[in-house]
Nanobody, 126 residues
């Protein structure tokens, strides 16, 4: 059974950092494109970041550039999202998702992704 499990969320003060993890079971992440999405209450799901199958290509949304970094450790079957300089508007449930098709690029279009985790809550507040 394919599962993606997010962890690392929590409560952090503005300006703080968190590192989210996305661990896979039931399949290997080596081949997959991985994306991170978020959804705040009352708002639509938003694409945050993605990383290509070989890690050579990454994308970050405009409001995340310079603050968020996505990376992958295929040996650990895990993808990470390092979030720095967090702002209250980053508060949301963060989801990771996997597109099983190998690609040297990526995009944060939700329809491309086959598998989704259940999410982890990130709250940025003083």
């Amino acid at each position: 059974q394919v599962q993606l499990v997010e962890s690392g969320g929590g409560l952090v003060q503005p300006g703080g950092s968190l590192r989210l993890s996305c661990a896979a079971s039931g399949f290997t992440l080596d081949y997959a494109v991985i994306g991170w999405f978020r959804q705040a209450p009352g708002k639509e799901r938003e694409g945050v970041s993605c990383i290509s199958s070989n890690g050579g290509w990454a994308y970050h949304g405009d409001s995340m550039k310079g603050r968020f970094t996505i990376s992958r450790d295929n040996a650990k079957n895990t993808v990470y999202l390092q979030m720095n300089s967090l702002k209250p508007e980053d508060t949301a449930v963060y989801y990771c998702a996997a597109d099983h098709r190998w690609s040297r690029t990526c995009a944060v279009a939700p329809g491309l992704y086959d598998y989704w985790g259940r999410g982890t809550q990130v709250t940025v507040s003083s």
